[in-house]
Nanobody, 125 residues
Framework: QVQLVESGGGLVQAGGSLRLSCAAS????????MGWFRQAPGKERELVAA????????YYVDSVKGRFTISRDNAKNTVYLQMNSLKPEDTAVYYC??????????????????WGQGTQVTVSS
């Protein structure tokens, strides 16, 4: 079992930045690939960014490339999502998730085994 707790969400103006953190406990964090998903009201959940267990491979959805950066610190059992140049369309609940496909970057939600409770990000125009 892996427990995931997100933090760092909040209200920010367009153009601003936020850094989300996801602290993991339970089974060995470094064995898991990690992802950040988001879901806006009335929209399907989408994968925003993902990272392999080593941090050597990453994935970003096109809409955030060049603005968001996913990283992890296996010593601290934490994955981060640095979000810069935020736009109103980034407004959503952001979830972190852990995938047992640690050696690869998991890009589908069914490839993730554990989920956090989510943190709200609101970007005002």
């Amino acid at each position: 079992q892996v427990q995931l707790v997100e933090s760092g969400g909040g209200l920010v103006q367009a153009g601003g930045s936020l850094r989300l953190s996801c602290a993991a406990s339970g089974r060995t964090f470094r064995n898991y690939g990690m992802g950040w998903f988001r879901q806006a009201p009335g929209k399907e959940r989408e994968l925003v960014a993902a990272i392999s267990w080593s941090g050597g491979s990453t994935y970003y959805v096109d809409s955030v490339k060049g603005r968001f950066t996913i990283s992890r610190d296996n010593a601290k059992n934490t994955v981060y999502l640095q979000m810069n140049s935020l736009k109103p369309e980034d407004t959503a609940v952001y979830y972190c998730a852990a995938s047992s496909m640690g050696g690869q970057v998991a890009v589908r939600d069914y490839e993730y085994n554990y989920w956090g409770q989510g943190t709200q990000v609101t970007v005002s125009s």
